[in-house]
């Protein structure tokens, strides 16, 4: 869930739009009712232009429409997201990461916008063309998908035989600190806790709605983001999401997951894990989770990263745990560098993580 | 305080200390009126000019705590200590007051969850709890204790969260650790995030 605000700014994003709902250019706030608009490679993302093999120049790719790997990487943002008016101009969701791995001579990156507020079914409807979009862009058969948060449920909604059926398309599910066994902070905010005193309640809450700059009262009147909340929720994820959304037949899942509150995350962190993390590197949670931090790990005893716990963010393959906050994860907000503490550096993350997508060939 | 006071005084307190025990032993829901007159060897009538309810007494061990906890932090500050010593003896003495019974911590959570009188007065006295910790932060900001981007506001309501989770723990979950050693590296890791020159960005 969560990060609030981000904005698809910066003269280098607005450069480039794919256009995938008809209407044309620029970047736009999506309407949180409807579709989100825009995938917004940087200008040297457009090079789904540039031909994986020969062709002549001017030949739009579109005619090839089922190119193979290296199939494009599409980052997706989580609950919140982008919203423009709240968001510094040059703030964006995945802090930089566009940039760096174009900088990596990684030219298929794509960033699409789903509703910052509401379900992941809803998203996934809004992200669905987005993807047709890019795929015909980039005249690639698949892509890779790569959720952060809420991101991973809605990817998970688009590839499941159940959701919109899209695994044909999908080269790979990766996602990062998505609550798949849902939040105990969605349970609190939303009164579904047992034995939860209504003081600790308003000040968690208000802690959480705060990050998204939201009002106990939006929660309750806000339809969209209740079903939001609720589809978070601890038991709607293991009851009713998880049994629905089955993985698609064929596409490999994996996540990844984030500790702060200096814990080194052990055991957890060591056991299925693919790639060990270093148990020395200690983060702490920034101001904007640090209340959700502590108290889910007071409350729970489990390593988090401020909002989703190392277990909820367990899909598939669990890769590894890094040491950031949730919103450090994507390098919010605004990190240039590594953590002074942890050593985490966000954009080395995502080339990490986009090498290995590569390296199996996808 | 005259003979009488004191007498009455020994009362109220026996009935307190009655009631407590039955709370552990009994849970909230299990204890009645009737059962700490009994316990305290007083007629019924004479535990409610003590106090008003069964809630009355809750809300009682709710006030102590929070009481103890504004002197445990008025003592750090008289003994010199620093606006961050201050949020720790605050966080940590609430701690320690809840940490010293986890059936009574049981039966504190049963009776705010039961009573909406006593969720409201410790709604009440937990933000005056949390008045003192914004302050404090407050205090460490300017005196350059906590980093200029700390909200005090945000640092007061993560140190007090930390308190009511690591409480949750420990008043639900039975296996959970002593609630002073839960709540104690969760207060090191929200000071710790706060410490200016902090390592991001």
Same mark, same amino acid.
């Given at each position: 869930?969560?990060?609030?605000?981000?904005?698809?700014?910066?003269?280098?994003?607005?450069?480039?739009?794919?256009?995938?709902?008809?209407?044309?250019?620029?970047?736009?706030?999506?309407?949180?009712?409807?579709?989100?608009?825009?995938?917004?490679?940087?200008?040297?993302?457009?090079?789904?232009?540039?031909?994986?093999?020969?062709?002549?120049?001017?030949?739009?790719?579109?005619?090839?429409?089922?190119?193979?790997?290296?199939?494009?990487?599409?980052?997706?943002?989580?609950?919140?997201?982008?919203?423009?008016?709240?968001?510094?101009?040059?703030?964006?969701?995945?802090?930089?990461?566009?940039?760096?791995?174009?900088?990596?001579?990684?030219?298929?990156?794509?960033?699409?916008?789903?509703?910052?507020?509401?379900?992941?079914?809803?998203?996934?409807?809004?992200?669905?063309?987005?993807?047709?979009?890019?795929?015909?862009?980039?005249?690639?058969?698949?892509?890779?998908?790569?959720?952060?948060?809420?991101?991973?449920?809605?990817?998970?909604?688009?590839?499941?035989?159940?959701?919109?059926?899209?695994?044909?398309?999908?080269?790979?599910?990766?996602?990062?600190?998505?609550?798949?066994?849902?939040?105990?902070?969605?349970?609190?905010?939303?009164?579904?806790?047992?034995?939860?005193?209504?003081?600790?309640?308003?000040?968690?809450?208000?802690?959480?709605?705060?990050?998204?700059?939201?009002?106990?009262?939006?929660?309750?009147?806000?339809?969209?983001?209740?079903?939001?909340?609720?589809?978070?929720?601890?038991?709607?994820?293991?009851?009713?999401?998880?049994?629905?959304?089955?993985?698609?037949?064929?596409?490999?899942?994996?996540?990844?997951?984030?500790?702060?509150?200096?814990?080194?995350?052990?055991?957890?962190?060591?056991?299925?894990?693919?790639?060990?993390?270093?148990?020395?590197?200690?983060?702490?949670?920034?101001?904007?989770?640090?209340?959700?931090?502590?108290?889910?790990?007071?409350?729970?005893?489990?390593?988090?990263?401020?909002?989703?716990?190392?277990?909820?963010?367990?899909?598939?393959?669990?890769?590894?745990?890094?040491?950031?906050?949730?919103?450090?994860?994507?390098?919010?907000?605004?990190?240039?560098?590594?953590?002074?503490?942890?050593?985490?550096?966000?954009?080395?993350?995502?080339?990490?993580?986009?090498?290995?997508?590569?390296?199996?060939?996808? | 305080?005259?003979?009488?006071?004191?007498?009455?005084?020994?009362?109220?307190?026996?009935?307190?200390?009655?009631?407590?025990?039955?709370?552990?032993?009994?849970?909230?829901?299990?204890?009645?009126?009737?059962?700490?007159?009994?316990?305290?060897?007083?007629?019924?009538?004479?535990?409610?000019?003590?106090?008003?309810?069964?809630?009355?007494?809750?809300?009682?061990?709710?006030?102590?705590?929070?009481?103890?906890?504004?002197?445990?932090?008025?003592?750090?500050?008289?003994?010199?200590?620093?606006?961050?010593?201050?949020?720790?003896?605050?966080?940590?003495?609430?701690?320690?007051?809840?940490?010293?019974?986890?059936?009574?911590? +049981? $039966?504190? =959570?049963? %009776?705010?969850?039961?009573?909406?009188?006593? !969720? #409201?007065?410790?709604? &009440?006295?937990? *933000?005056?709890? +949390? $008045?003192? =910790?914004? %302050?404090?932060?407050?205090?460490?900001?300017? !005196? #350059?204790?906590?980093? &200029?981007?700390? *909200?005090?506001? +945000?640092?007061?309501?993560?140190?007090?969260?930390?308190?009511?989770?690591?409480?949750?723990?420990?008043?639900?979950?039975?296996?959970?650790?002593?609630?002073?050693?839960?709540?104690?590296?969760?207060?090191?890791?929200?000071?710790?995030?706060?410490?200016?020159?902090?390592?991001?960005?």
């Amino acid at each position: 869930m969560n990060v609030r605000f981000i904005h698809l700014a910066g003269p280098v994003v607005l450069a480039m739009a794919i256009v995938a709902c008809g209407s044309t250019g620029g970047t736009k706030s999506p309407d949180p009712s409807g579709p989100g608009i825009i995938a917004t490679p940087p200008p040297t993302a457009q090079a789904p232009t540039a031909p994986p093999h020969d062709r002549p120049v001017g030949v739009p790719v579109d005619d090839e429409p089922n190119a193979g790997p290296p199939y494009p990487i599409i980052l997706m943002h989580g609950m919140g997201g982008f919203d423009e008016l709240q968001a510094p101009i040059d703030l964006t969701y995945f802090y930089g990461v566009v940039d760096d791995l174009n900088a990596h001579g990684e030219n298929l990156v794509f960033v699409t916008t789903a509703p910052p507020y509401d379900t992941s079914e809803d998203r996934a409807a809004a992200l669905a063309p987005q993807i047709q979009a890019i795929l015909k862009q980039t005249g690639k058969a698949k892509v890779n998908l790569v959720g952060h948060s809420q991101g991973g449920m809605d990817a998970r909604v688009l590839a499941s035989p159940n959701g919109l059926a899209m695994g044909n398309v999908i080269a790979s599910v990766t996602t990062v600190a998505t609550p798949h066994q849902g939040s105990l902070v969605a349970d609190l905010v939303l009164g579904l806790l047992q034995n939860v005193p209504p003081s600790t309640v308003d000040q968690v809450t208000s802690a959480f709605l705060s990050l998204l700059q939201k009002t106990a009262y939006d929660v309750q009147t806000d339809p969209h983001l209740r079903a939001q909340l609720t589809e978070l929720s601890q038991a709607y994820m293991t009851s009713t999401f998880n049994p629905k959304y089955i993985d698609a037949p064929g596409v490999p899942y994996s996540s990844y997951g984030g500790r702060t509150n200096l814990e080194d995350g052990l055991p957890d962190c060591a056991m299925n894990v693919v790639y060990a993390d270093d148990p020395t590197k200690l983060d702490t949670a920034q101001p904007e989770v640090s209340a959700t931090a502590a108290f889910l790990q007071g409350a729970t005893g489990t390593v988090n990263d401020g909002l989703v716990t190392i277990a909820s963010a367990r899909w598939g393959t669990f890769l590894q745990c890094v040491p950031a906050d949730h919103l450090a994860e994507v390098g919010q907000l605004a990190q240039n560098g590594p953590d002074a503490l942890s050593g985490f550096d966000h954009l080395q993350f995502f080339e990490q993580l986009t090498a290995r997508i590569r390296a199996q060939g996808l | 305080m005259t003979q009488r006071q004191q007498r009455a005084q020994e009362t109220r307190d026996r009935l307190f200390t009655a009631a407590c025990e039955l709370f552990v032993a009994k849970g909230y829901a299990g204890t009645t009126v009737d059962s700490i007159a009994a316990r305290a060897g007083v007629a019924k009538g004479t535990f409610f000019v003590h106090f008003k309810t069964k809630d009355a007494v809750a809300t009682q061990l709710i006030a102590n705590q929070t009481s103890a906890t504004r002197r445990a932090r008025d003592k750090a500050v008289a003994k010199g200590g620093s606006p961050v010593d201050a949020m720790v003896a605050t966080v940590l003495t609430l701690g320690k007051q809840a940490g010293a019974s986890r059936m009574l911590s +049981r $039966a504190v =959570l049963a %009776a705010t969850l039961e009573s909406g009188e006593v !969720a #409201g007065d410790s709604t &009440k006295l937990f *933000e005056e709890i +949390r $008045a003192l =910790l914004v %302050a404090d932060a407050q205090a460490a900001r300017r !005196a #350059g204790l906590v980093a &200029k981007r700390v *909200e005090p506001e +945000r640092l007061a309501v993560a140190l007090l969260t930390s308190y009511l989770g690591a409480v949750y723990a420990f008043a639900t979950d039975p296996g959970s650790v002593p609630l002073v050693e839960g709540l104690t590296p969760l207060v090191e890791a929200t000071l710790e995030a706060a410490r200016p020159v902090l390592p991001r960005r």
